[in-house]
């Protein structure tokens, strides 16, 4: 997934702040856990010099995430129950950065006790830039559908009169 991923966040937490709308950090937490999976993206570019690719390492792993949001979820309703809802966002937005790169790249659901990969469609290197292949390949629909829920929501967003 090349672009969607944050505002795959921002769908997620202007729905979530619409479903809670006098919970702060619903829409700041969604739009954290959206993104937040590619911070490997560091560790991948600066000390891994490209060698593995980044949906191998714990931050690609659903069952890492799952774990974490199970943690979150279950803290904040014993603890702090006003951050529930903002918990319940992260997970959910987290979650979804993992299906939405299985869409078009290899993930392992299952690791770390499986290396079987799942993807919906593998894009070939059919141009010298892989960037290129994925935006001329069919799955690249779906990030501008993404994207283009999220600028509806947020044009529906502005519209509101603000209380
Ligand atoms: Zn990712």
Redesign the pocket.
Known sequence: ?LIA?LPSGYVVGALGQRACPSVRGVLAAALVGS?L??V??LWFHLADGGRTH??AFV??WPLFWAAVSAVLIAATSAFRPRWRPAAMAFAAAVLL??A??SVA?PMTWLAPFSDATVELARVPAIHPNWIVSFLLHWTFLIELAICAVAAALWLARRRQPTP
């Open positions: 997934m991923h993104v999976p590619d490997d993206m980044h949906h931050t690609h950065h993992m939405l790169d790249a």
